[in-house]
């Protein structure tokens, strides 16, 4: 099963570098070394966002 996932990934990178025009490894790196840091720093900043707004509403509460 695991095998059959990793390989259908492996499809799906190569068929979107055919599809762009690139190659197989620059769409590897796009994705796993420049877009899952930006996702991962952009859900960090929605975190910390949101908690600021839940403290703000916690402490009108309180009043």
Do not use: R
């Amino acid at each position: 099963m695991i095998d059959y996932l990793f390989y259908l990934c492996v499809d799906i990178l190569v068929w979107i570098a055919n599809f762009t025009g690139t190659s197989y490894e620059f769409v590897n790196i796009v994705i796993f070394v420049v877009g899952y840091p930006l996702f991962a720093i952009a859900l960090l900043l929605i975190i910390y966002f949101q908690y600021k707004k839940i403290k703000k509403i916690e402490h009108k509460l309180d009043l």
